[in-house]
C-alpha cells in the first residue's frame, strides 16, 4: 500500500525538497539601500546633497546614478558631479558596489545585458546657456 499525501501540498515549482531558491530583490526595494549607500558614504565627500538621477536595470544588477540636488533641479554645469561612479545593487545577493571609473559600465557588467534598453546613467546635457560654447 502506497502512503497517502492527503493534507501535504505540493512544493512550489524551482523549490524541491530540500532545495529553496531566494527570491530576487526588485527594484523598488534595491532603491532604498541604494539611497542610504548614497547618502552614509558618498555624499560626506562631496559636501552637496546628492540624490539618485536615474536607475537602470540588468539582468543581475540594479544600477542607480546620481547627482548634485542642485545640479538637478537648475541643470547647471557647475552644479554637476563629474567621475561619479554609479551605485550597482546585485539583485540576488543584495550587495552593494560602486562602478569603476576608469572604464565604461558596459564593459564592467559586460555579459550583463539590459532588462530593458533605456539610455545610459549620463543622460542627454543639458542645453547651453546662450554665449557658452561646448
Same mark, same amino acid.
Given at each position: 500500500m502506497?502512503?497517502?499525501?492527503a493534507g501535504q501540498r505540493p512544493a512550489p515549482q524551482g523549490h524541491e525538497e530540500g532545495h529553496h531558491?531566494?527570491?530576487e530583490m526588485d527594484q523598488t526595494r534595491a532603491r532604498q539601500p541604494a539611497a542610504s549607500?548614497?547618502?552614509? #558614504?558618498?555624499?560626506?565627500d562631496v559636501g552637496e546633497?546628492? !540624490?539618485i538621477s536615474d536607475e537602470e536595470e540588468t539582468r543581475?544588477?540594479?544600477i542607480f546614478c546620481h547627482n !548634485?540636488?542642485?545640479?538637478? #533641479?537648475t541643470r547647471e554645469m557647475r552644479y554637476a558631479l563629474t567621475g561619479?561612479?554609479?551605485?550597482?545593487?546585485?539583485?540576488?545577493?543584495?550587495?552593494i558596489s560602486v562602478?569603476? !571609473?576608469?572604464?565604461p559600465s558596459e564593459d564592467q557588467l559586460q555579459n550583463d545585458e539590459p532588462a530593458h534598453p533605456r539610455p545610459s546613467c549620463a543622460g542627454p546635457l543639458p542645453s547651453p546657456s546662450p554665449g557658452t560654447v561646448r
Open positions: 502506497r502512503p497517502s499525501n531558491r531566494r527570491r549607500f548614497l547618502h552614509d #558614504e558618498i555624499q560626506p546633497v546628492l !540624490t543581475r544588477h540594479y !548634485t540636488r542642485r545640479f538637478l #533641479e561619479n561612479r554609479s551605485i550597482l545593487i546585485n539583485k540576488d545577493a543584495g550587495d562602478a569603476r !571609473t576608469d572604464i
